[in-house]
């Protein structure tokens, strides 16, 4: 029930993507990026997950109900979430790898991977809980998923099986031997 006495309840998800580019050479390992961060310097290149009414650097006066998905929390990944809720032993294990690739086609709740994949999903360098947001940071070295980024998603196993989100990025990048990066995918649970 959605209203019951005046109460409101409901839990909602969002999720939020930051990639950050650096030079290979001045940032060659994940600890050089934290502390060129914490130092306040800036990467090359930043580039964020679609926000759903951004078009052109503008926020769209659209209702909600007709927002764009381009970061969605797939229908296997909230399955499993609640697998782990229920005490399904089976489910278990982390979150514990990113992917990039080239895809732009708008993701959908249905999905099960990239639409086309870059290299192999990499490991999480550094997965993290801050009160309701769970961080999930990876770090790509020079030699690692080289081409032109438009997609990421985060998940269970190093192929196939459930993806907890897929996204798009607000802008295609390419990455290459020169350049090193940091994948931040930022999952929050708030009161609806």
């Known amino acids: 029930m959605r209203f019951l006495l005046g109460v409101r309840d409901g839990v909602k998800i969002k999720g939020t993507i930051t990639a950050r580019f650096w030079d290979a050479e001045k940032y060659p390992t994940y600890e050089s990026t934290l502390q060129a961060r914490a130092r306040g310097e800036q990467p090359l290149k930043t580039i964020h997950g679609v926000h759903p009414r951004r078009l ?108 907890l989100n897929h996204a798009l990025f607000d802008a295609a990048f390419t990455k290459d031997t020169t350049k090193t990066a940091t994948v931040d995918v930022d999952i929050s649970l708030a009161n609806a």
């Open 56 to 163: 052109f650097g503008f926020v769209l006066p659209l209702p909600k109900l007709f927002w764009p998905k381009h970061n969605v929390i797939a229908n296997a990944g909230m399955q499993h979430m609640l697998e782990i809720l229920t005490g399904d032993e089976a489910t278990f294990y982390t979150i514990d790898y990113c992917g990039v690739g080239s895809g732009s086609t708008a993701p959908v709740v249905g999905d099960t991977d990239l639409e086309t994949a870059i290299g192999s999903r990499k490991a999480v360098t550094n997965p993290f809980r801050t009160n309701q947001t769970a961080t999930f940071s990876t770090f790509y070295a020079s030699a690692d998923n080289n081409g032109t980024w438009r997609e990421v998603i985060t998940a269970w196993e190093s192929s196939g099986g459930d993806i």
